[in-house]
């Protein structure tokens, strides 16, 4: 007798919080489209996309991506930046994919002990800076990855650094993505 009382109570409580303002069973729905999508291990990007550069940032916690096709070439294929959880994606660029090539610019430069690497593009006048840079010549050797972005008419950006070595492919980016102005 007190079984099927305590399984009512419980199937009550469930529905109630689930159907509370319909808030929880939507983000029950988020979450299982999220994670519908199978993503590779500290990235946004799903198992069958290549990861052009990913990861996890010192704070906020988040991640940063940058994922593309397989097939990336500069006629076929997609290139999208992402920023977020695997759960929270807060920004995607461009949400369209196709030609998204000609929305970034890529720029790479190189010699000994000096390997700068940048993938930069603007979001509603914001600029947006992915950056891989060893700089060997200094004293002590500088490296910078992870993501700058600098507001609309500010001088200063705000950097958001990687917690751990990021996860990169630039091969062949050259030929696919403009060169920087």
């Not at 946004?44 to 996309?49: F, G, H, N």
């Not at 999208?80 to 929305?103: C, H, I, T």
């Not at 002590?140 to 200063?156: D, E, H, N």
């Not at 958001?160 to 696919?176: E, G, H, I, M, N």
């Amino acid at each position: 007798m007190t079984r099927p009382i305590i399984t009512l109570l419980l199937l009550m409580t469930l529905t109630a919080s689930l159907f509370a303002g319909g808030r929880a069973l939507s983000e029950a729905r988020k979450l299982s489209l999220t994670t519908a999508v199978a993503l590779q291990a500290n990235s946004l990007c799903a198992k069958d996309e290549r990861i052009i550069f990913s990861c996890p940032i010192k704070r906020p916690a988040k991640i940063v991506s940058v994922c593309a096709a397989k097939d990336l070439a500069s006629d076929r294929g997609y290139i999208q930046y992402r920023f977020g959880l695997p759960d929270k994606v807060e920004l995607e660029f461009p949400k369209e994919r196709a030609g998204s090539q000609q929305k970034f610019q890529y720029s790479h430069y190189f010699r000994a002990k000096v390997d700068l690497t940048e993938i930069s593009f603007t979001v509603n006048g914001y600029e947006y800076q992915v950056t891989d840079d060893y700089n060997g010549e200094e004293k002590r050797a500088q490296i910078i990855q992870g993501v700058m972005v600098t507001a609309p008419g500010k001088p200063k950006e705000v950097s958001f650094a990687c917690r751990s070595k990021p996860k990169a492919d630039y091969t062949d980016l050259q030929a696919v993505l403009p060169g920087s102005q």
